[in-house]
């Protein structure tokens, strides 16, 4: 079992910044962050490997805007999001899978407790 806690939600203004965090009780192979606004479905922001030249994934809609990395010694996972838009507010879940990363919510295998994002002037 892996213990995920998130950090780093917040409100900012449009064209702003955040960065979340995420600590893992344990490694795991791939961690990332996905996101749900209301009324709407759960879909994948960023993943990123453990290896040390780690392969990252993200979501269309993240257009260069946002970087996720990680801290493999401190099992920490990190997202840096830049020129937020109101249509980013969401909550934002921190996950974990065993296998490789794809940003197929179905072989999630834990989630941590969701941090809100809120981007509004």
């Known amino acids: 079992q892996v213990q995920l806690v998130e950090s780093g939600g917040g409100s900012v203004q449009p064209g702003g910044s955040l960065r979340l965090s995420c600590t893992a009780s344990?490694?795991?192979?791939?961690m990332g962050w996905f996101r749900q606004a209301p009324g709407e479905e759960r879909e994948g922001v960023a993943e990123?490997?453990?290896?040390?030249?780690?392969?990252?994934y993200y979501g269309d809609f993240v257009r260069g805007r946002f970087t996720v990395s990680r801290d493999t010694t401190k099992n920490e996972l990190y997202l840096q999001m830049n020129s937020l838009k109101p249509e980013d507010t969401a909550v934002y879940y921190c996950?974990?899978?065993?296998?490789?990363?794809?940003?197929?919510?179905?072989?999630?295998?834990?989630w941590g407790q969701g941090t809100q994002v809120t981007v509004t002037s």
């Open positions: 996950s974990a899978r065993r296998s490789g990363c794809g940003l197929d919510l179905r072989k999630v295998n834990y």
């Open positions: 344990h490694s795991i192979r791939c």
């Open positions: 990123i490997t453990d290896s040390a030249d780690p392969a990252r």
